[in-house]
């Protein structure tokens, strides 16, 4: 989902009545424990490989499925993520 989307329902009180309700009570359990939790939204031009993961979560079958992080795609966009690369993107907001 958009992590706009996401971050305003991990933050929200009452997310009872919405389609993913019971995976935010589920890390809302893990925001019980002991450790530290920050939620915050980032672009994805910011971290071009959690995109570009997240598109081939939705066009792969389901299933399990192994990435390579020696794949040339794969290690192309850490080093790109790695060194601060971006593009620019005009948002309507």
């Known amino acids: 989902m958009d992590s706009t989307a996401a971050v305003h329902l991990l933050s929200t009180t009452s997310p009872s009545n919405h389609q993913h309700a019971s995976l935010v ?3 809302r359990e893990l925001q019980q424990r002991d450790w530290e939790i920050r939620i915050t939204h980032i672009y994805r031009e910011a971290n071009f490989l959690a995109d570009s993961l997240a598109h081939r ?7 399990s499925h192994v990435i390579c992080p020696s794949d040339p795609e794969i290690a192309r966009l ?3 993520d790695n060194v601060g690369g971006f593009t620019v993107r005009f ?3």
Do not use: D, Q, T, V
Request: proline fraction near 6%; glycine fraction near 12%.
């Open 57 to 63: 979560g939705h066009i792969l079958p389901i299933g």
């Open 25 to 27: 009570l589920a890390f």
């Open 78 to 80: 850490r080093m790109f």
């Open 91 to 93: 948002l309507n907001e």
